[in-house]
């Protein structure tokens, strides 16, 4: 199995040795003819207007909006912004995979980044019974402010989702590729299987 982790920007490394820790295969996706190979994709942390750009200027905005409505897929922090099927502050287009609505920077700035342990919600507990703590690392993150019912909490901070899921799709508007752990990526594996 081969996990595609998108490479036009951002912090695609530690994700790929998470992958590697799991012994997975992963592949940096840059072009449209590799999303045939792959079982599933991890959209990563970044910028999200950045990353708009240069999926355009890759001619891959179109295939991956396409991959993203049924294939497996995690969206972190601006790869959740990718997701959302509507975005505020300032409004961008986006890939239109799940219906929440983010609100980017939300919390402040960069000097607002921040950490601290999540609350598993139901989804979450059916997978792990791990009774270790998840750590959230935050940052210039986006707050899920509306959500439909049909999404899943995984984990909520201060009873608001940061980790949502639908189907065979998930976004995290935190970092877990940055933690010791590498549970939540053990997670999507289960998605892509
Ligand atoms: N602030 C970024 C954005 O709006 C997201 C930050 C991140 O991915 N860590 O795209």
């Known amino acids: 199995m081969k996990v595609g982790i998108l490479a036009l920007q951002g912090a695609v490394q530690p994700h790929e040795e998470k992958l590697k820790e799991l012994r997975v295969e992963s592949v940096q996706v840059r072009y449209p003819e590799q999303l045939k190979e792959i079982r599933g994709i991890i ?8 990353m708009i750009h240069l999926l355009k200027l890759n001619q891959l905005w179109g295939p991956l909006k396409e991959f993203v409505q049924t294939q497996p897929t995690w969206g972190i922090c601006a790869g959740s912004i990718l997701l959302a099927n509507e975005v505020t502050h300032p409004s961008q287009e986006s890939l239109n995979a799940l219906e929440i609505t983010v609100e980017r920077n939300s919390y402040g700035r960069q000097n607002e980044s921040f950490i601290d342990t999540l609350v598993a919600g139901e989804t979450w507990k059916t997978f ?5 703590p998840i750590e959230g690392v935050f940052i210039r993150a986006p707050r899920i402010k509306k959500w439909s019912s049909n999404i899943q909490v995984v984990f909520e901070h201060r009873n608001e989702p ?9 976004a995290s508007t935190f970092h877990p590729e940055l933690t010791d752990s590498s549970l939540i990526h053990k997670y999507f594996l289960t998605l892509c299987r």
């Open 43 to 50: 959209l990563p942390g970044g910028e999200s207007t950045t």
């Open 128 to 132: 792990s019974s791990d009774p270790k």
């Open 162 to 170: 940061v980790m949502v899921k639908k189907n065979h799709c998930l």
